[in-house]
């Protein structure tokens, strides 16, 4: 009809950031409901010693609403921890779960998941930063010459750059896929920012092979107070 308005289907801002809230929210209570339970413990306790501290100085009621938003910035950041540890559990197992977590760094490294992958689905991902070239590997025994050789492809494409190898796993000599985050952003940094240009560059042309990512949230950080 003639005069009628288009609704505006642009998204809101910050309705982005609420909808990864939400979706890391119905994680958690679906993962372990107990987690409710101990964000309003968190939250009551800070208030309540709000409260004593306040009846000390005379001014309970004051330091008591001082107490309100700090107990809830605890209770949040309670929640996020239950999110991550809900989110690394929804993901352990599946196929491509350390493709998934290593996408999940948001600064810092480029991921090419699955650049190699047997017939077993034994599979190595590659990621670049300035610690040099990451390689990880999932799967069973063969995943290790797997590693060897694509150890020894990287280093034609990028001779001299740093390589490094892991294993996702909780074996011996293996790194558990929630610490797989923490062990990449250790290491020492090699390349300076132009080499790491070039780096990627070169090894974008090497590709990888499509492969299924696992769904669902996977919080790196406390997500941004929905209330701002």
């Not at 409260?51 to 950041?77: D, E, N, R």
Request: proline letters at 7%; a positive charge; charged letters at 20%.
């Amino acid at each position: 009809m003639f005069g009628r308005k288009k609704k505006d289907k642009t998204p809101k801002a910050g309705g982005g950031q609420l909808q990864v809230v939400r979706d890391a929210f119905s994680l958690v209570r679906k993962e372990n409901p107990s987690a409710l339970a101990y964000m309003a413990l968190a939250f009551v306790a800070v208030f309540i010693l709000g409260i004593i501290l306040g009846s000390v100085l005379g001014h309970p009621i004051y330091f008591g609403i001082l107490f309100i938003p700090l107990g809830i910035l605890v209770a949040f950041f309670v929640f996020t921890r239950f999110a991550n540890s809900a989110a690394f559990g929804s993901i352990e197992g599946q196929l491509g779960a350390g493709a998934s977590v290593l996408m999940g760094i948001r600064k810092g490294f480029t991921t090419t998941p699955a650049v190699i992958v047997n017939k077993n689905q034994d599979m190595v991902h590659r990621s670049v930063g300035r610690c040099g070239v990451v390689l990880v590997g999932e799967g069973g025994f063969a995943v290790r010459q797997l590693l060897a050789d694509e150890h020894k492809k990287t280093e034609r494409y990028v001779p001299g750059v740093p390589v490094h190898e892991f294993i996702v796993g909780d074996e011996e000599g293996q790194v558990s896929i929630r610490k797989l985050q923490k062990k990449l952003k250790k290491l020492p940094k090699k390349l300076s920012p132009n080499q790491l240009r070039e780096v990627r560059a070169r090894l974008k042309a090497v590709g990888g092979m499509a492969m299924p990512i696992p769904k669902g949230p996977m919080p790196t950080r406390a997500p941004k107070n929905p209330g701002r």
